[in-house]
T-cell receptor, first 116, second 112 residues
Framework: GAVVSQHPSWVICKSGTSVKIECRSL??????MFWYRQFPKQSLMLMAT?????????EQGVEKDKFLINHASLTLSTLTVTSAHPEDSSFYIC????????????FGPGTRLTVL | DAKTTQPTSMDCAEGRAANLPCNHS???????VYWYRQIHSQGPQYIIH???NNETNEMASLIITEDRKSSTLILPHATLRDTAVYYC?????????????FGDGTTLTVKP
């Protein structure tokens, strides 16, 4: 199946700094990738849809200027948390939907962000 | 996407079958039932999906009722490694299929 990687797997940063998280689709070209956020003991919440070559679409309540998404190639999407604050501490997960033979969603291993 | 309801938690003895129910009473005709699981601090993992027929793969079986309003995921011989949160999702197969709405899922604890 498709392999989706994320980097870094965990990051600790100071409040006010920006953090970039990479999501790579290793086996499939992905015109669309999805970013989720998961707070402790809660379910996954979709943040945004990353579209290759165009602007990302954000879910209601997600600040697009705070969570910058760039999808510059068919295998890489990046999520930048700008001016991070402790309330942004969370588990960020990306995914790729693979149609056809698989018709399933492949998730990355997640990135644990802790903002001090 | 239609919403699903699942029990909050379940226990299962190691080696026994684990049967995880899911209600999706508002499912549309073109929506599939998907099951994913998430082991602690990892990304979710696909298990199985189906439209209306029962499905089986190397991981599990999926039983969908005839009216498609509910389904059951069966792990035939649960192991300790199957301890995880199991999510039942309904979704179409279009390009927005990745915009999955995750409910709270069922926390399955497999005990020795």
């Amino acid at each position: 199946g498709a392999v989706v990687s994320q980097h870094p797997s965990w990051v600790i940063c100071k409040s006010g700094t920006s953090v970039k998280i990479e999501c790579r689709s290793l086996d499939f070209q992905a015109t669309t990738m999805f970013w989720y956020r998961q707070f402790p003991k809660q379910s996954l919440m979709l943040m945004a849809t990353s579209n290759e070559g165009s602007k990302a679409t954000y879910e209601q309540g997600v600040e697009k200027d705070k969570f910058l998404i760039n999808h510059a190639s068919l295998t890489l999407s990046t999520l930048t948390v700008t001016s991070a604050h402790p309330e942004d501490s969370s588990f960020y997960i990306c995914s790729v939907w693979v149609a056809g033979f698989y018709n399933e969603q492949f998730f990355g291993p997640g990135t644990r962000l802790t903002v001090l | 996407d239609a919403k699903t309801t699942q029990p909050t938690s379940m226990d299962c003895a190691e080696g026994r079958a684990a049967n995880l129910p899911c209600n999706h009473s508002t499912i549309s005709g073109n929506e599939y039932v998907y099951w994913y699981r998430q082991i602690h601090s990892q990304g979710p993992q696909y298990i199985i999906h189906g439209l209306k027929n029962n499905e089986t793969n190397e991981m599990a079986s999926l039983i969908i009722t005839e009216d498609r309003k509910s389904s059951t995921l069966i792990l035939p011989h649960a192991t300790l490694r199957d301890t995880a949160v199991y999510y039942c999702i309904v979704s179409t197969l279009n390009t927005n299929a990745g915009k999955s709405t995750f409910g709270d899922g069922t926390t399955l604890t497999v005990k020795p």
